[in-house]
């Protein structure tokens, strides 16, 4: 909130709502010199608010519109400001799940598969004729259910051909063996021996086979054949080979895929609630899913706060031009943080639980991830950062 208070500034605004004809929650942040005289005006298209200190105004975007009839439940929280309730009509807003892909690419395109972090090129030109879904971790038993004979594919994993990608839940599966003329993804220098030893994985499922990416040493993903490589969905990125590289925030591209991720799963699954665990299964965070459907107004991102802020940083232009509206699509999600021992008899109930699905990244996104959680958290006036013992926050579509 630190720049709520700016000076010359009138006092923040916060809207949120949500696709379809629903209500609407308007917090106004309390003007720095204390409780003042407000003057608050609501139009189908905007909200103005007026203090001695000076003016705040949000214009909704066109697919929204706010009944100003509607107001409600105005209430006043000492050290906050002032929240109130109302009628909103917005356009069906949801987390669209997105192919896996960046950008369509159409069959018998080649495409490349870049480091999302840095660039570097981990795949060159693939021809991928089929992407595939990997079926959930409990088809096995569905097998065995459904058939008479012993299960004809027990033991045999699903492994993807030179011109297959399959899809899993925060991951994809490639083959590598076509790329042996290319330079192969540097692998952590525990196991390089283990690549052609082909046993050797039998043995050791568990074996370090961490795939790192040479340029920047993001781990990427890991080995689970002599010839199959598991990429992360939130480490690289796949687009059609004769577009350049896009460079995307590293944080808004974890959130999008994040989100990407939870909206899948829980129309796939019907399940809401996550943890978030690195490949050991150390789970890091705890995710409720709460909807997948919200829009953000904050006048802390309006364009006049950007324009001062560009030219104090330059150098955060071409972020802030790449999302320059003050409004964005959100998933709304609870969380509590498992790591450093927190909440350890909350965690285990979770991993206990058959309705809780487990996400697996990579350490060091978990980590980004809470970071992005609790830094949406912080943003947020501090009555909306709770519920019950759960924290909010907001990831971007
Ligand atoms: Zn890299």
């Known amino acids: 909130m630190g720049a709520a208070g ?22 106004v942040g309390e003007p720095e ?3 003042t005289c407000v003057d608050i005006s609501v139009t189908p298209a905007s909200v103005q608010v007026k203090t001695s200190e000076g003016c705040t105004e949000l214009r909704l975007p066109a697919e929204v ?20 309730r109302l009628q909103a009509q917005a356009a069906e807003i949801s987390a669209k799940p997105t192919s896996v892909f960046n950008q369509n690419v159409p069959a018998q395109e080649c495409c490349t598969f870049y480091c999302q972090s840095c660039g570097e090129v981990i795949i060159r030109d693939r021809k991928l004729l089929r992407v595939l879904p990997l079926p959930s971790e409990d088809w096995g038993a569905l097998v065995g259910e459904w058939c008479c004979h012993p299960d004809p594919f027990a033991n045999k994993p699903l492994l993807p051909q030179a011109n297959d990608c399959f899809t899993g839940d925060s991951f994809f599966l490639v083959n590598l063996k076509s790329d042996s003329w290319q330079p192969r993804p540097e692998l952590g220098p525990a196991e390089t021996h283990s ?14 086979t961490k795939v790192i990416c040479k340029r920047c040493k993001v781990m990427l993903g890991e080995m689970v054949s002599s010839e199959t490589a598991k990429f992360y969905m939130t480490e690289i990125i796949i687009q059609p080979s004769e577009s350049a590289f896009s460079v995307i925030p590293r944080s808004q591209f974890v959130q999008s895929v994040i989100a990407r991720c939870l909206v899948e799963l829980s129309s796939a699954r019907s399940t809401f609630r996550f943890t978030i665990q690195d ?119």
């Not at 605004?13 to 609407?24: D, F, I, T």
């Not at 330059?314 to 969380?335: C, I, T």
């Open 279 to 397: 490949p050991e299964g150390k789970v890091y965070i705890l995710l409720w899913l709460l909807n997948s459907d919200s829009l953000v107004i904050d006048s802390l991102r309006s364009s006049r706060r950007i324009q001062r802020s560009i030219q104090k940083f330059p150098l955060l232009e071409d972020q802030l031009q790449a999302d320059p509206s003050s409004s964005w699509n959100a998933v709304k999600v609870l969380y509590v943080p498992c790591i450093k021992s927190r909440n350890e008899e909350l965690a285990s109930s979770w991993e206990n639980d058959i309705s809780v699905h487990s996400l697996t990244l990579p350490s060091a996104t978990c980590l980004e991830l809470l970071l992005i959680l609790s830094r949406s958290n912080s943003a947020l006036p501090s009555s909306l950062r709770f519920m019950n013992s759960f924290q909010v926050a907001y990831l971007k579509v």
């Open 65 to 84: 519109r706010l009944d100003p009839s509607s107001c409600r439940g105005l209430q006043f929280l000492p050290g906050e400001g002032l929240h109130l």
């Open 33 to 35: 010199e204390g409780p």
């Open 195 to 208: 690549l052609d030893a082909e046993d050797h994985f039998k043995l050791n499922p568990k074996a370090n």
């Open 6 to 27: 700016a000076a010359g500034a009138g006092p923040r605004l916060l809207l949120e709502l949500r696709g379809g004809r629903r209500g609407a929650l308007l917090a």
